[in-house]
C-alpha cells in the first residue's frame, strides 16, 4: 500500500521496484511507526546514497553510533556503493526526519514549514486553496 497517492503508472513502477528491493533482502516490510522508533536516541546521522535511499544511523551511545557509522561506510566500499557526503549528517543532536525534527526531547514540528505556511500569502482564488492544501 502506498503511503501516498500516485497515478495508475507510477503506482505500478513503485510497486515493481519495492518487489524488486524486497526480493534483493534490501529492505523488509514494516508496519511500525518510524517516528516512534527514533523515540530516546541522542545522537543521529543520516547517510544519503548517490541512488536517493537514506539510511539512518541510530545507536544509543557515541562510541556504538561512531562505530556503527563506521560499518555502514565500510560496508558501503566493500559494495563500491557511494554516499553523497554533501548530503549526510554524522553524529548530530538532531535530524529532520519525514517532515519533522527529531532529537533526544522527541519529536517537534519543523520550524521551516511553520515559517512557509506563515509567509504564504492569503488565497483568494478556489484554485489558490488547492495549492495551499497541496502544500499543508
Excluded at 566500499?77 to 517532515?99: D, P, Q, R
Aim: aromatic content about 12%; some cysteine.
Amino acid at each position: 500500500m502506498l503511503a501516498y497517492r500516485a497515478n495508475s503508472k507510477e503506482s505500478k513502477e513503485i510497486h515493481k521496484q519495492v518487489e524488486k528491493l524486497l526480493e534483493k533482502g534490501w529492505v523488509r516490510e514494516s508496519r511500525n511507526d518510524l517516528l516512534d522508533e527514533l523515540h530516546g536516541y541522542m545522537i543521529f546521522s543520516k547517510i544519503y546514497l548517490r541512488s536517493d535511499f537514506m539510511n539512518h544511523v541510530l545507536r544509543s551511545t557515541v562510541d556504538d553510533h561512531a562505530m556503527y557509522v563506521k560499518q555502514v561506510f565500510e560496508l558501503l566500499e566493500k559494495e563500491s556503493s557511494y554516499a553523497n557526503i554533501e548530503e549526510c549528517t554524522i553524529c548530530s543532536s538532531e535530524m529532520v526526519f519525514l517532515g519533522f525534527v527529531v532529537g533526544f526531547e522527541g519529536v517537534k514540528v519543523n520550524d521551516e514549514k511553520v515559517k512557509v505556511i506563515q509567509s504564504w500569502p492569503t488565497p483568494k482564488y478556489v484554485s489558490d486553496v488547492r495549492s495551499f492544501h497541496g502544500l499543508a
